[in-house]
């Protein structure tokens, strides 16, 4: 704490040097609890003392509570130095309320007295005071206490600059607390003229104030653009000798010129067409001052000259109209990225990322490839080599996608641990996004596997395995290239997971060379076994039934893996289960079931890629919102047997009451993508060519297609507008269950709903039904069931429908060992 000319406080000085002086923690508890005793009984006892006195006792106390110890006596005191007049006393009274004193204390009011007294004072040091205990403060009481007294101090024309000042940022800093506190109406003109008052203190601290209401209310606050930028022009206009109070080394006003600049970017570009052209007169003159050379040699010049550089820069980036401007400002970063400094080398690289999202810049951008590949490689700090990984990514594109892949990934063998995982991420979303050859991306992928294993992600492979089940032209070679990658010595599970999958699927397609033959995959799949996790462990057994499919001269092979993982040789359930499940199907199933059950897995849903979202979800706000789509695997042409994903039947058969409609809560406002209709969770089998998109879903639902549910056990039966239909079904020779569900599409609940499953006339006698009733109600966006049971009596041909109210209200659920059900409803 300076000391006060003329008020030294010898006692002071001497208390503090005891306590620095004391030997131990217990010496120095035993001289603050002497000197505790000495100022209690001085309070108590002694009723002449000055402000001096006063003053320098709080002082002490105030000491003491700063080296951790409590402080239960002496507010009283402190309050009582705020009357007085004297600068040194008042100042020390306010500090000790502002650290000490909690606003829920008795002596709250005598404070508020205080403090208003002070602002109404003609003395601008009092004034100053008790603004500055106001914002250390700065609770939510003081704003409603002092709410209307310091607007009034601010935009007054009788307050002093230096108050003006301390008004500001008090009122920034209650603004914060309660934003409540700002008058509208005429208020808001008179706050943004006072980005033209003749003193630059005033308008430093103004537009801090500004920005903040800017962000809370913009179009109010709409007309300090024009202000501000004509403030802005005459700062980089001035001579640093036109501003001397205000110049810190050789650059005029730099910390106002920021602020303006900042507050500029809540907006869009200025519609004026003058405002707007004196603003771009404005950055090009920032940029021609960051050519000229350094007018001192003083680190502090170049970083005030910086920071007026980079903010305008960022303010070119925001408005993003100027292509000559843009082009400029990367050609500025560039030369940056060569500098000495290393801040200054990861703030171009930083800058760099945002310029590389705009059209105008991207190519300025794409011609520092070089320097950046040199600084992600030979960079000391890892910061700026992860800033230069970012820019690769925000600069890749299809003329340099192949390049900067390769250069990722010959990179990634000696990166950093910290950054190799978002790496791996960037690596995959470019190589599907830009691939133009597919077998460049299986490639690019297992050597990410090689390379980074243990980095690697579901969402990576998952992904890969998607791409490649959905491209024919690319199957052969993805086989014929994981079972090479298996070949080697140390090979990674997830290298594993991948090889069991795809060769479980198109091994077929490398078995005719000898090196790559049926017998030749299995040894090497279950020579990984041993080493591998459960999970991966039960993958390899789900490769194996399928081999027993696509290989029948290795059954008996495989068939011996199975007897020994039936038993207890393994100690998980899991694979135990699996082991005696796959058995029993190899020996039960004849061939042709096989291959039914067996068969190739379908071609994925045309969906977007889930790994950028891991990506943003790993580093917020440094993947740009709209730099990279993510890239949607190509739909092939239609195939016969495309069925839904395995992942949602097995969803569907593990949970009986599974909410098949997805109507477990009401009904959300529609979003892009989703036109308001529900969703069938277990997809449109069935159905030829591509994936439809689920605008067209609704009409293919109501079309009568028989064929939808003669190999299919779920799905959706009925949809309008009002009602959607949902079956389960399982059936065992004669016998058979349906679950029936009713959802509520509206808005509304339904009342006095009703559902009959009636016995058509010409199976009276030949198929007993026998149906529970459904609940009455049925909430908005809920779902009821009804459980049908049947029993087929005798064997009846044909199939049969009914209308009702001239509306196809029902449909065939099932034609399996001749059972016929038919649904009317009633609403």
């Given at each position: 704490m300076p000391a006060v000319r003329g008020d030294g406080m010898r006692g002071l000085a001497v208390f503090i040097s005891d306590i620095r002086n004391c030997k131990s923690k217990e010496a120095e508890i035993k001289r603050i609890n002497k000197e505790l005793a000495n100022i209690r009984s001085k309070f108590k006892g002694d009723k002449t003392l000055d402000g001096y006195q006063k003053k320098k006792y709080v002082c002490k106390l105030l000491f003491i509570f700063l080296l951790g110890h409590d402080i239960d006596f002496g507010h009283m005191e402190a309050v009582n130095l705020l009357s007085s007049n004297k600068y040194s006393e008042k100042q020390i009274g306010y500090l000790f309320i502002s650290v000490l004193v909690n606003t829920r204390s008795d002596l709250i009011n005598l404070i508020n007295q205080s403090i208003k007294n002070d602002l109404q004072s003609r003395n601008p040091i009092h004034v100053n005071l008790a603004l500055q205990c106001i914002a250390n403060i700065g609770s939510k009481e003081m704003a409603e206490v002092f709410g209307h007294d310091i607007p009034k101090l601010l935009v007054s024309g009788d307050t002093m600059d230096v108050v003006k000042q301390s008004a500001a940022l008090c009122l920034l800093r209650l603004f914060r607390t309660s934003q409540e506190i700002i008058p509208g109406g005429e208020w808001t003109s008179r706050i943004i003229h006072l980005l033209n008052d003749q003193h630059m203190g005033v308008v430093t601290a103004a537009t801090s104030l500004i920005d903040a209401l800017v962000k809370k209310n913009p179009d109010e606050y709409k007309g300090c653009i024009s202000l501000a930028v004509s403030r802005l022009s005459r700062i980089v206009t001035a001579s640093y000798t036109d501003l001397q109070d205000y110049t810190y080394y050789f650059v005029p006003a730099p910390w106002l010129s920021v602020k303006l600049l900042r507050l500029l970017q809540n907006y869009p570009p200025p519609d004026d067409p003058g405002v707007r052209g004196r603003l771009i007169e404005c950055l090009e003159t920032i940029l021609?001052?960051?050519?000229?050379?350094?007018?001192?040699?003083?680190?502090?010049?170049?970083?005030?000259?910086?920071?007026?550089?980079?903010?305008?820069?960022?303010?070119?980036?925001?408005?993003?109209?100027?292509?000559?401007?843009?082009?400029?400002?990367?050609?500025?970063?560039?030369?940056?990225?060569?500098?000495?400094?290393?801040?200054?080398?990861?703030?171009?690289?930083?800058?760099?990322?945002?310029?590389?999202?705009?059209?105008?810049?991207?190519?300025?951008?794409?011609?520092?490839?070089?320097?950046?590949?040199?600084?992600?490689?030979?960079?000391?700090?890892?910061?700026?080599?992860?800033?230069?990984?970012?820019?690769?990514?925000?600069?890749?594109?299809?003329?340099?996608?192949?390049?900067?892949?390769?250069?990722?990934?010959?990179?990634?063998?000696?990166?950093?641990?910290?950054?190799?995982?978002?790496?791996?991420?960037?690596?995959?979303?470019?190589?599907?996004?830009?691939?133009?050859?597919?077998?460049?991306?299986v490639d690019v992928i297992l050597n990410l596997i090689r390379i980074a294993g243990d980095y690697v992600s579901e969402e990576v492979w998952y992904r890969v395995i998607q791409i490649v089940i959905n491209?024919?032209?690319?199957?052969?070679?993805?086989?014929?290239?994981?079972?090479?990658?298996?070949?080697?010595?140390?090979?990674?599970?997830?290298?594993?997971?991948?090889?069991?999958?795809?060769?479980?699927?198109?091994?077929?397609?490398?078995?005719?060379?000898?090196?790559?033959?049926?017998?030749?995959?299995?040894?090497?799949?279950?020579?990984?076994?041993?080493?591998?996790?459960?999970?991966?462990?039960?993958?390899?057994?789900?490769?194996?039934?399928?081999?027993?499919?696509?290989?029948?001269?290795?059954?008996?092979?495989?068939?011996?893996?199975?007897?020994?993982?039936?038993?207890?040789?393994?100690?998980?359930?899991?694979?135990?289960?699996?082991?005696?499940?796959?058995?029993?199907?190899?020996?039960?199933?004849?061939?042709?079931?096989?291959?039914?059950?067996?068969?190739?897995?379908?071609?994925?849903?045309?969906?977007?890629?889930?790994?950028?979202?891991?990506?943003?979800?790993?580093?917020?706000?440094?993947?740009?919102?709209?730099?990279?789509?993510?890239?949607?695997?190509?739909?092939?042409?239609?195939?016969?047997?495309?069925?839904?994903?395995?992942?949602?039947?097995?969803?569907v058969s593990a949970n009986a009451s599974t909410d098949l409609l997805g109507l477990s809560t009401p009904p959300a406002a529609p979003t892009a993508g989703n036109t308001g209709v529900l969703v069938d969770m277990l997809g449109e089998l069935y159905t030829s060519g591509s994936p439809q998109p689920h605008a067209n879903n609704v009409a293919a639902q109501n079309a009568y297609n028989p064929a939808k549910f003669v190999c299919k056990n779920n799905g959706v039966l009925f949809e309008n507008d009002l009602i959607q239909i949902g079956v389960k079904s399982e059936f065992r020779q004669n016998l058979g269950r349906i679950t029936l569900f009713y959802g509520n599409k509206t808005s509304t609940a339904l009342q006095n709903f009703s559902a009959a499953v009636t016995n058509p006339t010409g199976c009276i006698g030949k198929l007993n039904v026998q149906s529970k009733k459904v609940d009455p109600t049925v909430e908005a966006g809920a779902q009821v069931q009804q459980m049908v049971n049947g029993e087929c009596v005798f064997d009846y041909p044909g199939l049969s429908s009914i209308l009702m109210a001239n509306l196809p209200l029902t449909k065939l659920i099932k034609n399996e060992q001749h059972l016929n059900f038919i649904v009317l409803i009633s609403v």
């Open positions: 021609n001052k960051a050519q000229e050379p350094p007018k001192s040699k003083k680190v502090q010049h170049s970083n005030a000259k910086n920071a007026v550089l980079f903010e305008a820069i960022s303010l070119i980036i925001h408005m993003d109209t100027e292509p000559n401007l843009l082009v400029r400002a990367c050609n500025q970063l560039g030369q940056f990225l060569s500098n000495r400094e290393t801040n200054l080398r990861y703030l171009a690289l930083e800058s760099m990322c945002l310029l590389a999202t705009s059209e105008f810049s991207h190519d300025a951008v794409k011609k520092h490839q070089e320097v950046v590949i040199l600084s992600m490689k030979m960079e000391k700090d890892v910061s700026v080599r992860q800033q230069a990984v970012d820019l690769l990514y925000a600069m890749c594109d299809k003329t340099n996608a192949e390049e900067i892949v390769q250069e990722m990934l010959n990179y990634l063998e000696t990166a950093d641990y910290s950054i190799r995982e978002e790496m791996v991420l960037k690596v995959a979303i470019l190589a599907e996004k830009y691939a133009t050859d597919y077998t460049w991306y491209r024919d032209d690319v199957q052969g070679y993805a086989a014929k290239t994981v079972f090479e990658a298996l070949q080697a010595p140390a090979c990674h599970e997830n290298m594993v997971k991948v090889g069991g999958y795809i060769l479980g699927e198109f091994g077929n397609l490398i078995a005719g060379d000898q090196r790559s033959s049926p017998s030749v995959q299995f040894q090497l799949l279950h020579s990984k076994y041993h080493l591998c996790s459960p999970m991966t462990r039960a993958l390899l057994l789900s490769t194996y039934i399928k081999f027993v499919n696509l290989f029948p001269e290795i059954k008996t092979q495989i068939q011996e893996v199975f007897k020994q993982h039936s038993n207890l040789r393994s100690a998980d359930a899991e694979l135990q289960q699996r082991a005696s499940e796959y058995l029993q199907l190899s020996i039960i199933a004849s061939h042709d079931m096989l291959a039914t059950v067996l068969e190739e897995m379908p071609v994925f849903p045309e969906r977007e890629s889930s790994i950028l979202a891991v990506l943003k979800k790993k580093k917020p706000g440094r993947v740009p919102e709209n730099e990279i789509r993510e890239h949607k695997s190509p739909v092939p042409g239609s195939t016969a047997n495309h069925q839904e994903e395995r992942s949602a039947a097995k969803t």
